[in-house]
C-alpha cells in the first residue's frame, strides 16, 4: 500500500487516480534524487495491477502475488553475463534491469525489448523497471527508444534516474515524467526511531545529513561520522581561536595518512558542513537550522570570531580544490595550500 511508503503524498495522490481511471501509462519516468524510493514506488505500482486482493485499488501487501514481486536476486557485481538479461522478480511479470559497473548493457535493452511483447504470465500486465536509466549508451537508449515508440499495450516500463536530463530528449518525450522530492526530515527521523530503532540522537544527526534521502540516512555510520566530525571542528578551532599552523599542518598529513586516505572527501564535505552552520549562526538564525544542532553551543562560539566573508572564502576555497579532483593532483600538498589560505583570511 502507498501509505507505508514515506514523503511524496503528490505522487502517491496520482498513483491512486490514474488506477481509478485504468490509465497507467505505458512508459514512465521517476526522477528525483538518490535514496528518496523511486525504485520502492515503481514496485508498489507494479503490486497495485498484479495483487490478487487489493484493498482500494492499492496492493494488500500480503498475497502471494505482493510478496514474490518485490523479491529479487541481484547479480553479483562482477557477473557481466547476467547483467546482459533482465532480472526478474520470483514473479514471472516483474522485471529489473540493473547497470554493469557504470553502464545498462545493451543487450538487456535489447532482451526487454522481445520480453515487453510477452502476454503478462500471471497478472493483467507486465511491468518493467530500468535502474539507474541515465546510464545507458547511445546503442541501448536506440534500443530502448523503439520499444517507447510502439510500447505492447499490456507493458509498462519505468525509469528510474537521479539525472533525467541526461537520457536522451526522445525517450523524455515518450515517458510521462514523475518528479519526486526530497522527504522532510522530521518523516526521516521518525522512520529512523520507529522503524530502524536508531536513538533519539543518532535519529536526529542522520536525518539532518541526509539531505532528504532516506537511502542516504540509512547508509550513515553515524559513530563514523563524529569522529571524523571531531577531526574537522579541530581545524576550525586552529582557524578561528588558536591560529596556530603547525597543527593546521598536522591535521593536513593526517587526512591524507593511509587510515584516512578513503576519507579524505567526505571529511572536505563534513567541513563544509560545519563551515555553513557556524555561517548560518552568524547570520543569526534558529540553531534547529543547522545540521549539527548537537554542536550549537559551540559552533556558536566559533561563529564570533568569524565574518561572514570569511567563511564565504572558505567555501569557496573548499569547492576550488573539490574541483580539482578532476585531474591527478597531490593531495597532501593541496590540502598544505588550503588550509595556509584559509589561515590568512
Excluded at 30 to 54: M, Q, V
Excluded at 55 to 60: I, R
Excluded at 213 to 238: C, P, Q, W, Y
Excluded at 284 to 299: R, T
Aim: aromatic share 6%.
Amino acid at each position: 500500500m502507498f501509505s507505508k511508503l514515506i514523503g511524496n503524498e503528490r505522487v502517491k495522490d496520482f498513483f491512486r487516480r490514474i488506477l481509478a481511471a485504468e490509465r497507467v501509462p505505458n512508459a514512465l519516468l521517476f526522477a528525483g534524487t538518490d535514496g528518496i524510493g523511486k525504485k520502492e514506488f515503481a514496485l508498489e505500482l507494479a503490486k497495485s495491477l498484479l495483487c490478487r486482493a487489493p484493498k482500494s485499488l492499492e496492493a494488500c501487501g500480503e498475497c502471494p502475488a505482493c510478496a514474490r514481486a518485490a523479491r529479487f536476486v541481484l547479480p553479483k557485481a562482477d557477473d557481466k553475463d547476467s547483467h546482459k538479461k533482465i532480472i526478474f522478480s520470483e514473479h514471472a511479470d516483474v522485471g529489473m534491469i540493473v547497470p554493469y559497473n557504470r553502464n545498462i548493457l545493451v543487450d538487456a535493452i535489447r532482451e526487454l525489448a522481445k520480453e515487453s511483447y510477452f502476454r503478462p504470465y500471471e497478472a493483467n500486465a507486465r511491468f518493467f523497471i530500468v535502474d539507474d536509466a541515465d546510464k545507458m549508451n547511445d546503442a541501448a537508449s536506440n534500443a530502448l527508444l523503439k520499444t517507447l515508440e510502439e510500447p505492447a499495450p499490456a507493458s509498462h516500463i519505468i525509469l528510474i534516474s537521479s539525472r533525467p536530463d541526461s537520457l536522451l530528449q526522445t525517450i523524455r518525450s515518450r515517458c510521462q515524467t514523475i518528479r519526486f522530492a526530497p522527504i522532510e526530515t522530521d518523516q526521516i527521523r521518525g522512520f529512523l526511531r520507529h522503524v530502524e530503532n536508531f536513538s533519539d540522537e543518532d535519529a536526529e544527526l542522520a536525518a539532518k545529513l541526509s539531505a532528504g534521502s532516506i537511502g542516504r540516512s540509512l547508509a550513515t555510520d553515524v559513530e563514523k561520522f563524529r569522529g571524523h566530525r571531531d577531526s574537522m571542528i579541530a581545524v576550525l578551532r586552529n582557524l578561528l581561536v588558536r591560529n596556530d599552523r603547525a597543527t593546521l599542518l598536522q591535521s593536513a598529513e593526517e587526512m591524507n595518512d593511509l587510515k584516512n586516505k578513503d576519507s579524505y572527501e567526505n571529511n572536505l564535505e563534513i567541513l563544509l558542513t560545519l563551515i555553513r552552520d557556524v555561517w548560518t549562526l552568524r547570520l543569526g538564525d534558529d540553531a534547529d537550522n543547522i545540521i549539527n544542532s548537537d554542536l550549537a553551543p559551540e559552533l556558536r562560539q566559533l561563529a564570533e570570531n568569524a565574518t561572514t566573508n570569511m567563511l564565504s572564502a572558505w567555501m569557496g576555497e573548499i569547492e576550488l580544490l573539490r574541483e580539482s579532483f578532476v585531474v591527478n593532483i597531490n593531495r597532501k600538498i593541496a590540502t598544505d595550500g588550503l588550509f595556509m589560505r584559509m589561515a590568512a583570511y
